[in-house]
């Protein structure tokens, strides 16, 4: 059970890294890049935009990770060429963490159910053909990860039977692959049947790596600052307080000009620093 309050840290673009690079360098705050999402980005000079990274953070010693590419495709890929294509940006988003020193990359569950999600992967044997299709394609990205030192963490997105997700997680049996909970994804997906973000915190506890922090009112996926929503963040941190590990979390908003402001309001109330 964690004795101290949690470091929240921030999900940036790199062009806001000179805004916030000495509240980051100051206590060692985690760090998500999230440019790697951009395919022009992957097939840019993505090397000099590394090295622009590594100068403006000189001295920040944190745990840094990359949002990984998603946009166009999830990881059930089963045509060998659009897997190809897959794996390909995948690799190339992994050269751009060696580059900057990340050492995690988020990537998307790939879960969407068409039906109750709680029965219809039960039917057919589906479950393990949907997790053997997606260890295909991760198969290659694990490796080049565990070369670099870097976890694979795979977030919460349209999943509100946690029973698939930690299934895909556990499959790998890898310290290389953990779980990500975005919580603002896990509160739309409550009003669906499926657990609030401390419960899934519980449930995933011995997985649980990582968490992206946004709030929502529940209808869109606002990645609002904490506090302009409807999140229960009290019941959030009284699970994480209970976890024997402290998994590395990033205020994930759409409005990056609020990130201190969304940090500042869960310490006023004793939540985290």
């Known amino acids: 059970m964690a ?7 921030a999900a940036l673009q790199s062009k806001h890294l000179a ?6 360098i100051a206590d060692q705050r985690d760090l998500e890049l ?7 980005v992957l097939d840019g000079d993505w090397r000099t935009l590394a090295s622009s990274v590594r100068s403006t953070l000189d001295g920040y010693k944190g745990q840094m990770g990359i949002h990984g590419p998603f946009l166009g495709f999830n990881l059930f890929a089963q ?8 794996v390909d940006r995948f690799l ?14 988020v990537l998307h569950s790939p879960f969407g159910t068409f039906g109750n999600p709680f029965t219809v992967h039960q039917f057919h044997g589906r479950l393990n053909d949907d997790i053997t299709h997606v260890q295909h394609t991760v198969e290659p990205v694990l490796a080049a990860a565990q070369q670099i030192g870097c976890t694979l963490v795979i ?13 895909l997680v556990r499959s790998f049996e890898s310290e290389y692959v953990r ?4 919580v603002g994804h896990c509160f739309i997906n409550s009003r669906f049947g499926g657990p609030p973000p401390d419960q899934w915190v519980r449930s995933g506890a011995d997985l649980l790596a990582h968490l992206h922090l946004q709030d929502t009112d529940g209808h869109g996926d606002r990645h609002w600052a904490p506090g302009q929503g409807s999140l229960n963040w009290y019941a959030l941190f009284e699970a994480l307080r209970e976890l024997a590990h402290t998994p590395r979390m990033v205020l994930e908003l759409r409005d990056q000009s609020r990130v201190l402001e969304g940090a500042r309001w869960l310490a006023e109330r004793g939540l985290a620093r």
């Not at 004795?3 to 840290?9: A, F, I, K, M, Y």
């Not at 805004?19 to 980051?24: G, K």
């Open 3 to 9: 004795t101290s309050l949690p470091l929240v840290g």
């Open 19 to 24: 805004e916030y690079a000495d509240w980051l």
């Open 34 to 40: 999230q440019d790697p999402v951009s395919p022009d």
């Open 79 to 86: 045509d060998q060429k659009i897997r190809a294509a897959v």
């Open 92 to 105: 190339t988003a992994l050269e751009f963490a060696a580059a900057v020193g990340a050492t995690h990359m």
């Open 155 to 167: 977030e919460t997105i349209y999943d509100t039977n946690p029973a698939l997700l930690f299934g």
């Open 179 to 182: 779980l990500s909970i975005d």
